[in-house]
């Protein structure tokens, strides 16, 4: 289902006039208000957890000699950097040989402890994340050119075009319209709605958390 399709859902649900609107662009009145609450809704449901599958995606970027630190405009370039948090259990280094090995997790402070007054150059072993502005820092300082692959979570989606299919997994798409006709309820001051609603919400929202979040989560380990 697309944004003005759940725009529209939400209208017949709600038991509102009309079939409309034919677009969301510019949109006026109660119709400015069906494409706010769509958009709301979706916004709210990725809001639940920064960690939902359907968010992650990969990236992977290349190193340069004597440079330990990598700031997202240098790591997503030439993208837009759309991050919203590291998956820290997915950093792999391939070497100019191919050779594939895991990055260890640590955290700042031990990292810096460690390679304090550390200028050796080898292969990277051990990356932390500076999350004052989310750069990347590797360990041993890169004595050559190794690419650095990773996942992450995006940034919530915002629906803006007409025909924008959200990321969410189709089965789940009824949620955003469920969550809109929430809104649309308190608004319209539908008491009815808004239980009935609200309660086909909270069971599509429990089975959108079982199917799309993982079940463990790391955990860093202090350096030997």
Do not use: C
């Not at 006026?28 to 709210?44: F, H, I, R, S």
């Not at 750069?135 to 803006?160: A, D, H, M």
Request: no cysteine; hydrophobic share 40%; proline share 4%.
């Amino acid at each position: 289902m697309n944004y003005i399709g759940m725009i529209r859902a939400t209208r017949e649900i709600v038991g509102m006039q009309g079939v409309g609107p034919t677009t969301s662009v510019g949109a006026q009145g109660v119709e400015a208000v069906l494409a706010t609450v769509v958009k709301d809704a979706y916004l709210d449901i990725q809001n639940l957890r920064e960690e939902f599958d359907f968010l992650n995606a990969k990236k992977s970027f290349l190193t340069e000699v004597a440079k330990d630190e990598y700031t997202p405009e240098e790591i997503f370039l030439p993208d837009a950097v759309n991050l919203n948090k590291y998956d820290l259990s997915s950093f792999r280094l391939t070497s100019p040989s191919g050779k594939k090995t895991v990055l260890t997790y640590k955290d700042r402070e031990v990292l810096e402890s460690r390679y304090i007054n550390s200028t050796d150059r080898n292969e990277p072993g051990v990356f932390s994340i500076d999350f004052s502005d989310n750069s990347v820092i590797l360990k041993p300082i890169p004595n050559g050119t190794y690419t650095v692959s990773f996942r992450y979570w995006e940034q919530p989606e915002i629906l803006t075009e007409d025909v924008q299919v959200p990321k969410l997994p189709t089965q789940f798409h009824l949620l955003i319209v469920y969550k809109a006709v929430e809104k649309m309820a308190i608004y319209m001051n539908i008491q009815g709605a808004y239980g009935e609603y609200s309660y086909e919400a909270k069971m599509m929202t429990n089975q959108l958390m079982r199917k799309s979040l993982r079940k463990k989560t790391l955990r860093a380990r202090a350096l030997a």
